[in-house]
């Protein structure tokens, strides 16, 4: 019995089949086409916390845009947006610039946490423990 043989990745060029408006085989969307001409951006960082203003996408929308919209009912990070839908954070970046400049979602900072809980606080959590 002789093990099946592997079919080779790379097709020559004679025999693939090109994408629609791609000259080339097999290549996925570039990303200037999700996110659009390259301009100015908007301060954001990976754990900027995005909300959404509007609940329903324009009809203008690109379908990133309104997906976009769908994830951000509840605040969601930069990084979890793009983790999401699979998309780098530059594109990221521009998609949500364009989102804010339209004044649909909303960037807020993080919530920060105090280094250090109040010592006395943690004292009288414990003596309180103690008595039960």
Same mark, same amino acid.
């Given at each position: ?10 097709? @020559? ?8 408006? &791609?000259?080339?085989?097999? !290549? ?23 909300? @959404?203003? @509007?609940? &329903? ?15 951000? @009912? ?52 414990? !003596? ?5």
């Amino acid at each position: 019995m002789t093990p099946p043989q592997r079919q080779r990745r790379d097709l @020559a060029p004679e025999t693939a089949t090109p994408r629609e408006g &791609d000259g080339k085989p097999g !290549n996925p969307e570039r990303m200037y086409v999700v996110a659009g001409p390259d301009g100015e951006r908007a301060e954001l960082d990976l754990v900027t916390l995005i909300v @959404a203003r @509007a609940t &329903d996408p324009p009809p203008s929308a690109s379908p990133e845009q309104a997906a976009l919209l769908r994830l951000c @009912a509840a605040p969601l990070s930069v990084a979890e947006l793009s983790a999401y839908l699979h998309l780098p954070f530059s594109a990221m970046g521009v998609l949500l610039t364009e989102l804010l400049t339209a004044e649909l979602v909303q960037a807020r900072a993080p919530i920060v946490r105090k280094a250090r809980s109040d010592r006395s606080l943690l004292e009288a959590v414990m !003596n309180g423990l103690q008595r039960l």
